[in-house]
């Protein structure tokens, strides 16, 4: 039986362990002899062992047999319009698709029904997404290729140059040209967008005064960081002057080009700069390195804000890296996975939080929970894998989906500082429940994450 979806597109789903798409199509691994469905949370296995299967009997005619911890052969479930639209997306061709009303076209769509579609799955409109396609696939080929900048342009579906300058700009904050050069300099520079509200980030990065990764001079306009990259942990500083960011790595080796690209991407991250912003939105900053806001997350879980920073510190003192100037990497998921739980409540966790990151450490340190591929999908997608690991409920998937994966329009159920704040800010007799939370925040759609952020620093008071 034909497949009805490119190889790659269900490699990605499969590593997402992405329920929307069980049934849709079994996951066969020659190494082990099983097949699996698609959200299966055992060890994924690597691309070149994975062949795909329309069904159980095609599998089991292929000589394997059945996951005794997905059982696949006993899956009833009906795929959803979500895993049916994504299945026609992944035939698209974004270089191929000159506009909004052609993606319409090619997905069987009216552009209403396409931007309302855009909204609920990925948070975006259709020429925001189109936009963030296009300028990922030229970033990667302007570092992988020796094609000019014009070639590259017209190749992943821009009409102008002039066009590609500026969403490029918009998408990198920095031009093609100086991003294919990146590293041969003394470090990056990134142009910030018109009216850029600097204190809100300087706030958000200075919220744990004492942290161990990160330290903020407003008055100076430097932060430092301590940052691990492919090639080993790093000393950061940002220095933002006259609307622009320059970026200098501190520590005594050179980057290679993967070190380089994770500097720029952590920038972003750190900055708030992952979405583009017009004047008046605050940006969200994120978390800048993705397993250490599974930290953050953990550690937050069911406290307040300043017990979180207290158990995160120590946890980065205990099994991060030192760096230059004092300041420490955050712990890497193979260092957590090593430890035992005990380990782990030394540092103020909870039997069960201790446990829970040791899961998760071990799930991203073997490639079991790929938080980059969950920022790439769905909003839907991302909460469902969440959820699906014992130990992750509504607060922590929100959270996640909001300071990690960075989609702007998430809203994290029960949280405790977003109610109090919100309470204070309406004069409201009473603390808000979730349903009334959901309900004041409605007008901020569809930039929910930027209200919950303004309503996090009004409660902002670590000791």
């Known amino acids: 039986m034909t497949l009805p979806y490119a190889r790659d597109f269900m490699l990605g789903r499969m590593f997402a362990a992405d329920a929307a798409f069980d049934g849709l199509f079994y996951t066969g691994v020659t190494s082990t002899g099983i097949y699996c469905l698609p959200s299966c949370r055992a060890r994924k296995p690597r691309a070149e062992h994975v062949r795909f299967h329309a069904t159980p009997g095609e599998a089991r005619a292929a000589g394997l047999r059945a996951c005794r911890r997905c059982h696949p052969d006993a899956y009833r479930g009906v795929p959803g319009p979500e895993a049916a639209l994504l299945a026609a997306l992944s035939g698209v061709c974004v270089p191929d698709v000159p506009g909004v009303r052609a993606l319409a076209d090619a997905l069987h769509l009216g552009e209403s029904a396409l931007h309302a579609k855009w909204r609920e799955l990925f948070q975006v409109t259709p020429g925001e997404w189109l936009a963030r396609e296009r300028v990922r696939l030229a970033a990667r080929t302007l570092r992988d290729s020796g094609c000019s900048v014009a070639e590259v342009a017209f190749a992943v579906g821009f009409g102008s140059l002039s066009a590609f300058g500026a969403q490029f700009r918009r998408g990198m904050y920095l031009t093609p ?267 901020h759609a569809p930039r929910r994450s930027q209200a919950v952020l303004r309503a996090w620093h009004a409660a902002l008071d670590p000791t």
Request: charged fraction near 20%.
């Open 177 to 443: 040209q100086a991003w294919r050069h990146a590293g041969r300099g003394a470090g990056l520079t990134l142009t910030l967008p018109a009216a850029f509200p600097l204190e809100v980030v300087w706030c958000d990065l200075g919220r744990d005064p004492n942290s161990v990764t990160q330290r903020v001079d407003a008055r100076g306009g430097r932060v430092a960081f301590a940052w691990t990259f492919p090639g080993g942990p790093q000393r950061v500083t940002l220095h933002v002057t006259a609307g622009q960011v320059e970026v200098h790595p501190d520590g005594p080796g050179s980057l290679t080009p993967a070190d380089w690209e994770a500097l720029h991407a952590l920038t972003v991250r750190a900055l708030g700069l992952h979405t583009p912003l017009t004047p008046g939105d605050w940006p969200v900053p994120l978390v800048p390195q993705a397993f250490d806001g599974l930290i953050w997350a953990v550690a937050g879980q069911q406290v307040t804000f300043a017990q979180a920073c207290r158990v995160r510190r120590t946890l980065t003192l205990r099994f991060g890296t030192p760096v230059a100037g004092d300041l420490t990497a955050p712990p890497t998921p193979a260092r957590l996975a090593a430890l035992d739980d005990a380990d782990l409540r030394a540092c103020g966790l909870t039997d069960a939080r201790a446990a829970l990151l040791r899961r998760l450490a071990g799930r991203v340190a073997r490639g079991e929970l790929n938080l980059d591929a969950l920022a790439r999908g769905t909003v839907g997608a991302a909460r469902r894998t969440l959820l699906a690991v014992p130990g992750i409920g509504p607060w922590t998937a929100d959270y996640l989906r909001l300071r990690v994966l960075g989609f702007p329009d998430v809203v994290p159920e029960g949280d405790a500082a977003l109610a109090a704040s919100l309470r204070r800010t309406h004069a409201l007799p009473a603390r808000p429940t979730p349903a009334q939370v959901e309900a004041l925040l409605r007008p």
